[in-house]
T-cell receptor, first 114, second 110 residues
Framework: NAGVTQTPKFRILKIGQSMTLQCAQDMNHNYMYWYRQDPGMGLKLIYYSVGAGITDKGEVPNGYNVSRSTTEDFPLRLELAAPSQTSVYFC?????????????FGEGSRLTVL | GESVGLHLPTLSVQEGDNSIINCAYSNSASDYFIWYKQESGKGPQFIIDIRSNMDKRQGQRVTVLLNKTVKHLSLQIAATQPGDSAVYFCAASSGDKLTFGTGTRLAVRP
């Protein structure tokens, strides 16, 4: 079992560029999440999805978009990258909601915007 | 809103000793708590969880204690090993919102 797979692991963007962070899980989990992790800060929820075709904003959604066309995939889109989006991004999934079971995290995607 | 913090940013322990990592939360409505371990360059990994109807839960070499009166939880690691070196996060959940703490780095001295 691969679990949660994120690509790319590292990326450098110029201000104003766009890109998509890919996330796939093979555990047939309904719930998927995108978090960002900044130095000295706790993980912040960007977007989440409770199933295919359904997405919702988290705490810090501005500058990002997501889609959930399949159960397995939950890509995160950055439009017009800004230096404030320099961070490590983690995708996670869970069988049930966050209040009912553990989250399984990917290994992260480190993004630098210059 | 909820805030979750840890008392110490770094904890250094001797190999074989017990480690205690503390966490405080602010929202009395929080009813589910989780500890995660994050090794360098990796994503967080679930260690143990506890619900608010319990005050103690044990796993393999780990114990979580919950004190709802003072809104505090702790993670105890018995016989700390070099492989336990990592950043440890607590998280508190109320409803559908999960708030993560900033993490404590555990360093194990040989």
């Amino acid at each position: 079992n691969a679990g949660v797979t994120q690509t790319p692991k590292f990326r450098i963007l110029k201000i104003g560029q766009s890109m998509t962070l890919q996330c796939a899980q093979d555990m047939n989990h309904n719930y998927m999440y995108w978090y960002r992790q900044d130095p000295g800060m706790g993980l912040k929820l960007i977007y989440y999805s409770v199933g295919a075709g359904i997405t919702d904003k988290g705490e810090v959604p501005n500058g990002y978009n997501v889609s959930r066309s399949t159960t397995e995939d939950f890509p995160l889109r950055l439009e017009l990258a800004a230096p404030s989006q320099t961070s490590v991004y983690f995708c996670a999934s869970s069988y049930q909601g966050i209040n009912t079971g553990e989250l399984f995290f990917g290994e992260g995607s480190r993004l630098t915007v210059l | 809103g909820e805030s979750v913090g840890l008392h110490l940013p770094t904890l250094s322990v001797q190999e074989g000793d017990n480690s205690i990592i503390n966490c405080a939360y602010s929202n009395s409505a929080s009813d589910y708590f989780i500890w995660y371990k994050q090794e360098s360059g990796k994503g967080p990994q679930f260690i143990i969880d506890i619900r608010s109807n319990m005050d103690k839960r044990q796993g393999q070499r780990v114990t979580v204690l919950l004190n709802k009166t003072v809104k505090h939880l702790s993670l105890q690691i018995a016989a700390t090993q070099p492989g336990d070196s990592a950043v440890y996060f607590c998280a508190a959940s109320s409803g559908d919102k999960l708030t993560f703490g900033t993490g404590t780095r555990l360093a194990v001295r040989p």
